[in-house]
């Protein structure tokens, strides 16, 4: 099926939502003018349905193969990627100063959600790749920034990110990759990393690893681990990928979905011959790992629009066309198109306002990153309380609405040739990396509900107080601060129980207030199907979602002390 | 990762919420007797656990074959099934008249959950095979039953329901097979039908196709359709499979999941030389198919619960290997196996509670398909109103828990190898077929609430009412009575569109009941682990989900009008 890029929808959000006219009212984004926003959007949109979207069944079916050459895509990636590269769509939001446009973050948030509408596997090189940006920009050196940045910043070499080994998976304390000085300002990198997304890869000429890594008699856990930036091929004396650096890759993973996005298992320096540059101080690998990780946090909430997006114009095209039964009560007996259909109607309705809810968090959130980096620190602040709940209720909602997709679509929803099982097989690993959803919500209520004593917390929800109009959407917002209240005054056993909960609660009271904000900007385009839908799809948010979240607040209010009535081994009783 | 039945669970529920022990004591169920009753658990159980569990994984890996000699199973599927039929399991709730044992048929499924959590997708062919034999005990001639009924009750031969053709999913009506009368009392049958599991296999000596058609000059729509018994091979005179039948498998469709099950496309009478026999009153098609499918409803809901538990297993068995960072608050920084974090536990706990109450509605339901056999005519009405919910809340909470048992596996659950995500694949076609769950819901708010304009509910809600004790207990079952009665007042498009809302409502309010109910009978059993687990799990549902069900009354209550608020082609805007 045909990808309709929604640019009116994402036009909409950014004005709306993130704001862009007011960020492009500074000097630094002053290039964000109308014209440009528009012709970035409908050019990414061309682009990518023209170009990617009709690769993303063979992504699934045929997927990226390990050969004796290393990984090797399905025909017709590589010159996808070139078209991607040669278009200029990765250099977006990249620094200016390393060859890239310099717009709002907020702007490249709507190409890399059409890219991935597109083809989400295929679009989480791109993905990776920005971390890898983000990790040089704040802490590389100059001679690192002015080696590496300008090739990531086209897309001409990839990026990835690795975190995980076999017996460290949220616990990166735990990790055990060596990296030992050889005396020359360079390092040897010795061990084996798992989940590295596009580990390996024929589409570029050089693959960035950045690689968290223990140095010798460093602290144990989390404090003695390091960053390196790891190439694929050491680049040589004209800044050229040379020599092959002792990167092997073990497997790819046989994973239920993406299977265009080659989930390698890299083994670092099995000939000893691997070498890696340190990226910030020693012993700062967490700090800049967070560099890497907030951001491609947000882009893996946006996964969860991308999907969402997708499966819901599936869903709608085929519920037009598909004729089934008379309509319920009608006069008539001639069968109608299924969307006639009240639970049909139901469900895409559902779809329709859970995916602009998910794309309003994520953009909202987006929007801070551009004010933080304007230097304003509540902005800052904002974003870090928001990255756990766009990562985590992003990703819950991208599969919720690849879930509901396969409903409407009946038997035919569960053939692999449909497409949309694709969807949601594609979609589930969104809420594990990059931090599980779970890691996100013991985020929030750690970290995020302690800065400032819950100051944070409560000026989102001052803001949301000022904007709510629909008595639900009050009584939810209400509830948060209850919720939020409480948690700040439990130990932190009872707060990671309730965190999830919460996390969703506080994520659709989120959701809700800008729901209703992007109702009343809709009032002012007159009735244009566009603004009929928004505030249909506002309204059943606003109506059917918000209060099914207040259903968490015994939940969200309950101790630990019940999960742990029994133990363990009683589980498995 | 083995699996270990659940007998211990099994019993007690069939004890205290199917009510075994008063079904023993009347003539007909007087063989179900405390002996009896834990010998076919346990010898079910040790039979599935060491037979069919280990051929779950090729089942999903190699799955079903099309060959030129039609549909083969994997290696190992053929003597596991001989096994099935040897040990005497698909007899338990047979007619004793035709070789069976003439068991409840609440205990018959407690026999067919432990089949579907060892492998789910080989069980489809018992499950169907129960459909055919329902049809025939109630609608077939003495002769059609001495013929058929023996050998499909000890599953020598298997059965089939063939529904679907391409033009008509949901809309039965729209059903164009032909049947033409042969002169000498049988039928022609020409037509093909689309989504039949174990539409052909190796497996069984003949297959006895339950076929819905329509016969000259009948009116169209449902009226006009009438069922047919269909044979792959025809009797000879010894009444032994005979001549082919000319029923051709024109493909095997490739699913998400479930791959150890072939779901054939099955083509009837390509060379006009298919025969069938008319089952019941010609044009009483619809009202037979309804006899194999409310059996055959129940029995999509119990895999639900079969793939909760088994998912259940697993993902308990992983969170207490894997070790992972050092419990939150804990002053020993040691690792702890994740189980011992609160998240990890609410999740657990969640499966745990999710899974005992999806097996206690289905368990109910079966018990009442008891008593309404025994004669009891307001079981009769109990069963009905409790079938959509059975099948419908009970795969959504199988499809809840495989999909939660993923999560916990973290990166590992997205591995195919783990097994995590063939549950979660395989249980999603069980809220599709039978009856999509929005047509339960329709079901449900149509027909079954206006069922003695609500007298069925109302007596539902008294009992409910007459137990329950939490006070969220309580406001959920008048949520539900509310709902109820404002559903009845209401046009259908109304109804329709809050259907699923109250479906699930009303399901958890049962569940709630039953939960409590259960918790009540543990108390008795002292501080054994399985009492604790009992207590613990029944209180978290009670306390935590009963809740979130009464967040969905704002929807429940809303008319279909937001839903129509736009058109149909505005959704595509």
Known sequence: MAFTPPVTEQRFVLDHVAGIGELAKTDRFAAASDDVVDAVLEGAGQFAAGEWAPLDRAGDTVGAKLTDKGVVMPDGFREAYRGYVDGGWGTIGSPEAFGGQGLPYALATAVLETLGSANMAFALAPTLTVGAI????????????????????????????????????????????????RGDGSWSIKGTKIYIS??????????????????????????????????????????????FNDINVVSIEHKMGLHGSPTCVL????????????????????????????????????????????????????????????RAGSPSRE????????????????????????????????????????????????????????????????????????????????????GASQHFRDARVTRIYE????????????????????????????DMRGGAEADG????INACETVGRNLLSVDIEDRLAASYPFLTMLSVAVC?????????????????DFAQMKKAAARFYVGQIVPEALGLKA??????????????????A
């Open 134 to 181: 983000e990790a040089l920009t704040h802490h590389g050196t100059p001679e690192q920034q002015q080696a590496y940045l300008p090739h990531l910043a086209t897309g001409d070499w990839t990026g990835t990110m690795n975190l995980t080994e076999p017996q460290a998976g949220s616990d990166v304390g735990a990790l055990k990759t060596r990296a030992e000085p």
């Open 198 to 243: 596009f580990g390996d890869h024929d589409m570029a000429d050089n693959i960035v690893h950045l690689v968290l890594a223990r140095t010798p008699d460093a602290p144990a856990g989390t404090k003695g681990l390091s960053l390196f930036l790891v190439p694929k091929y050491r680049l040589d004396a004209d800044g050229r990928p040379g020599a």
């Open 267 to 326: 083994s670092y320096g099995d000939n000893d011959d691997c070498r890696g540059e340190l990226i910030g101080a020693e012993g700062g690998g967490i700090a800049a790992m967070f560099t890497m990780m907030n951001n491609a946090r947000l882009n893996v909430g946006l996964e969860g629009v991308q999907v969402a997006e997708r499966a819901t114009q599936r869903a709608v095209a085929y519920a037009r066309e598909r004729i089934q039964s008379a």
């Open 335 to 418: 069968p109608v198109a299924i969307i006639e259909h009240p639970d049909v109607r139901r469900m895409l309705m559902r779809m329709k306002a859970q995916t602009q809810a998910a794309r309003a968090l994520v953009y909202y959130a987006a929007g801070q990153v551009d004010r933080a980096n304007l230097g304003d620190a509540d902005a800052k602040k904002r974003l870090d309380l928001l990255t756990p709940l766009a990562k985590a209720h992003g990703t819950d909602l991208g599969c919720e609405v690849a879930d509901i997709g396969i409903q409407v679509h009946g038997g035919m929803g569960y053939i692999e040739e449909t």
């Open 435 to 462: 931090g599980t959803n779970g890691i996100q919500a013991a985020d929030l209520v750690g970290r995020k509900l302690s800065m400032d004593n819950g100051a944070t917390l409560n000026a989102l929800i001052a």
């Open 473 to 476: 959407l009050r009584d939810l």
């Open 512 to 528: 809700g207030w800008l729901m209703e904000r992007e109702a009343k900007a809709a009032d002012a385009l007159g009735d244009s």
């Open 555 to 572: 939940a969200a209010m309950a101790p630990a002390d019940p999960l742990y009535a029994v133990g363990a081994e009683t589980f498995a």
